[in-house]
């Protein structure tokens, strides 16, 4: 066995060669020395705590390539460009691509030396991808951003569910699941989807001492608003929770003489991009937007994220507001509250969880519709088999031919 002080220096040496740090966050060289055993890890880190070095340093020490399942097109172009620029072959397959890009791509990963394969979760599932994964040299499975296997797996992309299904495929490749946001109810759902051979979880500090939280309780969130956008000097976002919302604030922010920009899920994709790269940029300086913008930004000079709407999680709300503040210099994270938010909160967590013996009553009581038909259906046995008695008895009385 490796000597302790051999394989630090080693993991350092990997670091320094490639990213140019001098040292590791705390815990990130516990999770990759975790994934160099061989080990299932789970890794819990804080938006903006270095997730992406816990696969990529053990990758570049090893032979072999590493499929990084990622939800987001964004950021597997985030990611591969990044790597692209240290020089380390990275692609990435997604919907934005032909057949045929996709099977040049896969065939670099079969027979070129492609160390980073970036796959957002539908694509495990199709012919081309399943017919090369297995001749390809995989050393390790990471799963970015972990927490949509529970928090979207049974609702809005099931094909997270299936990433278990590449494991049956790749026994003996490890998993790193990567998460910022995950309650213990979700780590345990997580290592379960993933079928991990045993529980194991590393956690590192979530505290952000450079990042202060404030809830403002007021009537007008507008004037409240204003105050966050013209006291802190810099780039922010504002999160909405309805895209005519985020329409209506931005018209709001530019009367009142600031440059912002929206972005939701109605835009088309183009216009998306055009609107995230000009914030990126710093020539649009506030970002009024859905929870659709956000998972994979990596801005880090953000100053504050102001919350207008309330937030649809706690988890949610760790994660968008940690998007504040990532190069450690002094940040704001403002929930603004108005008195009837309370009450709008509790009807749609009513319309989104009903009581039990309300769901008990709907599915018991029969529609008039549902009604109808099951008569319509007695109408048709009981037409059938006149018919079929009828013509029984007119066979009987046929001679045969």
Request: hydrophobic share 40%.
């Amino acid at each position: 066995m490796q000597p302790l002080d051999d394989i630090h220096a080693e993991l350092l040496g990997t670091l320094k060669r490639y990213w140019g740090y001098d040292s590791f966050r705390p815990v990130q060289e516990e999770i990759i020395r975790s994934v160099c055993q061989g080990r299932d890890t789970l890794a819990l880190m804080p938006t903006g705590g270095g997730k992406s070095l816990t696969y990529q340093v053990p990758t570049m020490l090893r032979e072999g390539l590493c499929i990084v399942v990622t939800p987001l097109i964004a950021l597997m172009k985030d990611q591969v460009d990044r790597l692209r620029r240290l020089g380390i072959n990275a692609a990435a397959i997604h919907s934005g691509l032909s057949m045929r890009q996709i099977d040049i791509v896969l065939d670099n990963c079969v027979y070129g030396d492609v160390k980073f394969l970036y796959v957002a979760p539908e694509r495990l599932v199709t012919e081309a991808f399943r017919l090369r994964v297995e001749r390809m040299r995989v050393s390790l499975l990471a799963v970015d951003e972990a927490h949509c296997i529970s928090q979207w797996g049974y609702d809005f992309r099931p094909s997270y569910l299936r990433i278990a299904e590449l494991r049956e495929r790749l026994p003996e490749v490890p998993v790193l699941a990567l998460t910022a946001s995950a309650t213990p109810a979700v780590a345990r759902d997580i290592m379960r989807q993933l079928r991990f051979a045993e529980p194991h979880v590393l956690r590192s500090s979530f505290a952000r001492p450079n990042l202060s939280y404030a809830v403002r309780h007021d009537e007008d969130k507008n004037e409240q608003l204003l105050r966050v956008v013209r006291n802190v000097a810099g780039s922010g976002i504002v999160y909405v929770r309805t895209r005519d919302g985020c329409e209506q604030l931005t018209e709001f922010l530019r009367d009142a003489g600031v440059a912002a920009t929206c972005y939701h899920g109605g835009l088309a994709n183009a216009e998306r991009s055009i609107r995230q790269e000009e914030w990126l940029a710093g020539r649009t300086r506030i970002m009024v937007a859905t929870n659709a913008f956000g998972m994979g930004i990596d801005k880090a000079d953000v100053r504050f994220v102001v919350h207008y709407s309330m937030p649809d999680s706690l988890e949610s709300y760790y994660q968008e507001a940690g998007r504040a503040g990532r190069d450690g210099k002094r940040a704001y994270a403002v929930l603004l509250v108005a008195p009837d938010d309370a009450e709008r909160v509790q009807r749609r967590f009513d319309l989104q969880f009903p009581p039990l013996d309300e769901i008990s009553t709907k599915k018991s009581a029969p529609t008039c519709k549902s009604a109808s038909a099951t008569a319509s259906r007695r109408r048709s046995s009981s037409t059938s088999t006149t018919s079929a008695r009828s013509s029984a008895s007119s066979a009987a009385r046929s001679p045969a031919r």
